[in-house]
């Protein structure tokens, strides 16, 4: 295993938003470089060596991204990424089963794409349920049996939420599914290559993975559609043929063989870092919680990932707290940040209350992140927490003893 | 997102923090917002014998835009009489401080907090001077 080290300049910010992407491990970059310059076939050329060795260099990489998850290399198919594999998986089997089934399962937590995939199949007529979830952010599996009908064709669940990095319960889910004989789609761009994930024993019959996410490259994703039983899809991008008719398009052959390795060091290397994370996590929240009163984790800290946290700072609003700590990559729950003005959906979901959710902030732990970083991240959050309680009006009042709820507020 | 200069300054040397006493007859104080919508400004002022804003304070939860509105209006209203400073405009406030679109609404909350606090004052002092209460 190559050294964890620093790859960030010293003039650049401390980088603790690795759910929203990773930078690429420099090994995969290694792998990558040939295949932008002298290895330059079209993998899809059948009648020389330029692109046989392209052909070679995907299908190896193939193998590499079924190995981490369990599955056959025949059941991959590369896309463009997570979002593109979430639009293909839920309209590619809500489509290709319409006639007989209509309707689909989701939860309200999970990423934009797959949310608003299901809006347009709203739109065409199909059935969607989006079931809550508990207040640890996990889905209650009763709630799930008692959605199904024999109406239902798909559920798709998230396995790492991308806000909160909580891990739902996916063998229980999948064995469920299969009982019931409904696909059980999962969007794995946070999960592959942080947790084990095995397509047999969790009965998955979809799953979606990101590049970007497991320290590979950006524009490249993979998704996973079981052979056996067979999942049928209806294609959204018509062309070449590519893919097994699912997927039309020249693979990227780069990107590609980026996804294969950073899925195989993934692999090596997933227990030897989940333990790592999983110390700087812990020591990030005692530092914390050692200066600071009145800090709530979001989302279950037991069934999740090591790389994540979600802290409300309670009386401190997130932007402001985010303009302060210059010096620290993170981002916000708080709505302030977007357009929206709403607060987190995810956050809302689990019953945080709003001036919780605007609280709150998303720290990234990832494989280039030192104890260093994590401790000047805690002096940081530290000072300016205490600055901005310092300046709010609700830190005085509660240290008054006024209870917030008992005033009237004037929402505006 | 970009923010100005003046907007930066104001949010990592806010103005006149702190708080004066809410029970004190020449003390208005403005609270307004709500923590379920992200901002909750307070605002006061302290009205000398002249009639002059004398001192001002303020506390905000909110974000950067927000903090930097209410410091802001702290500087603005002293020196200044009630009726003076009853005439702060939220678009005095945004432009001054070059607020993005999204955060004009901060200004406003500014403008509202100003007025809450001049209401306060006079509702106070209606009490104890019926007289003066006409002005």
New interface residues.
Partial sequence: MTAITQIRRNDQPIYLDYQATTPMDPRVLEVMMPYFTHKFGNPGSRSHAYGWEAEEAVEKARGQIAKLIGADEKEVIYTSGATESNNLAIRGVAEFYKDRKNHIITTVTEHKCVLDTCRHLEQQGFEVTYLPVQQNGLLDLDVLRAAITDKTVLVSVMAVNNEIGVIQPLAEIGKICRERKVFFHTDAAQAAGKIPLDVEAMNIDLMSISGHKIYGPKGIGALYVRRKPRVRLVAMIYGGGQERGFRSGTLPTPLCVGLGEACEIAMKEMGVEAKRLAKLQERMLKGLRAKLTDIVVNGDLEQRIPGNLNISFA???G??LM??IKNLSVSSG????S?S?E?SYVLRALGV???MA?TSLRIGLGRFTTEHEVDTAVDELVRHVTKLR???????MAQEGID?KSIE???? | MAYSEKLIDHYENPRNIGSLDKNAEDVGTGLVGAPACGDVMKLQIKVGPDGLIEDAKFKTFGCGSAIASSSLVTEWVKGKTIDEAETIKNTDIARHLALPPVKIHCSVLAEDAIKAAIADYRAKAQKEEPKEAAE
Avoid: D, I
């Fill in positions: 009386y401190v609003e932007e402001s303009m302060g708080s709505a302030c940040t357009a003005l607060p209350e709003e001036e605007h310092e300046m709010s009006p609700l830190w005085e917030l507020w004037a929402a505006h």
